[in-house]
């Protein structure tokens, strides 16, 4: 059993390190689209050290009740918000960078498992808390590079934040787009449609569940706008999808495009444009507006 505890409490470190670095060359490499705090970058900030901490602790072999106990309870966490991601239908967990793990991948493959081998292998015999303390050796050895290293990778993230656009990726500017014309019109594959009269776009990603949410009211709104002369397309953003991922139904009357894959586009959706002739009057990120909002910005302008 003791020996049982080693070999798990060593692989769930050594999963926590790993996904650590992936996250940590994730925050190098592009930036982070904010869906909230906890999936923002300022998050990261703070939980990468925190993992990679623990991560080292559970592979050392240091206190190893209590380093025990943490890797337990953080595995619970991990198991609570893989399982909200996967009933959302997110793409990734989100738990290796840019790695693209579907959540229920995780959810079954690593965090269920390794909760239940560190319920089931507990660390029997041993005490929560010292006396009798660790090798003095084995101690100083394992905790002076980690409190060298942990500051150091902070302060590497802080000061090596990605730029917004970049060859491979682009953050989109949402707010800075009313005035003019739609910088992604020459990205996306209706866009000679799109360069006269008026229309409605929203952008969405399949995994996007306030995408989900909208998508349906405004199927209902598409014959209310249409009466005004307002024209309406769904916009589906990299990765595509068909079948049952899709979030647009085959049956919909509303035009549909797509934004090519140039680059990696970082948006938060749903993203709502009004055009008029190729030109934004007003734009949202995030959120999906109501009928008498978009009417008022496609009117009132």
Request: one cysteine or more; hydrophobic letters at 50%; glycine letters at 8%.
């Amino acid at each position: 059993m003791k020996k049982a505890n080693k070999i798990v409490m060593f692989i769930g470190g050594m999963v926590l390190i790993i996904a650590t670095i992936l996250k940590i060359h994730q925050l190098l490499t592009e930036p982070i689209m904010s869906k909230g705090f906890w999936e923002s970058w300022e998050f990261f900030v703070i939980q990468i050290p925190l993992e990679l901490g623990l991560g080292i602790w559970l592979v050392s072999g240091l206190f190893r009740k209590a380093a025990w106990l943490l890797g337990l309870i953080a595995f619970a966490g991990f198991i609570g918000v893989t399982l909200q991601k996967g009933i959302v239908g997110a793409e990734s967990c989100g738990c290796f960078g840019t790695v693209t793990v579907n959540p229920w991948i995780t959810l079954f493959a690593v965090d269920v498992p390794l909760f239940l081998a560190f319920a089931i292998f507990r660390p029997k015999g041993e005490k929560l808390l010292p006396p009798p303390w660790p090798n003095a050796r084995h101690f100083l050895a394992v905790a002076i590079p980690t409190f060298i290293l942990l500051p150091t990778i902070e302060y590497v993230l802080i000061t090596n934040k990605p730029p917004m656009v970049s060859e491979k990726y682009e953050v989109l500017a949402v707010e800075q787009w009313a005035g003019q014309q739609w910088p992604l019109l020459d990205y996306v594959d209706i866009n000679e449609q799109l360069q006269s009269g008026e229309w409605v776009l929203l952008m969405y990603h399949n995994d996007c569940p306030t995408c989900r949410e909208a998508l349906p009211g405004y199927e209902k709104m598409y014959d209310d706008l249409k009466g005004n002369n307002v024209e309406m397309a769904f916009i589906e953003m990299p990765p595509y999808e068909e079948g049952e991922k899709q979030l647009v139904p085959a049956e919909s009357k509303v035009n549909r495009g797509q934004l090519i894959g140039a680059k990696k586009w970082l948006v938060e959706t749903p993203v709502v444009v009004i055009l008029r002739d190729g030109v934004v009057l007003k734009a949202w990120v995030g959120y999906a507006p109501n009928f008498d909002e978009i009417i008022e910005a496609a009117f009132n302008n």
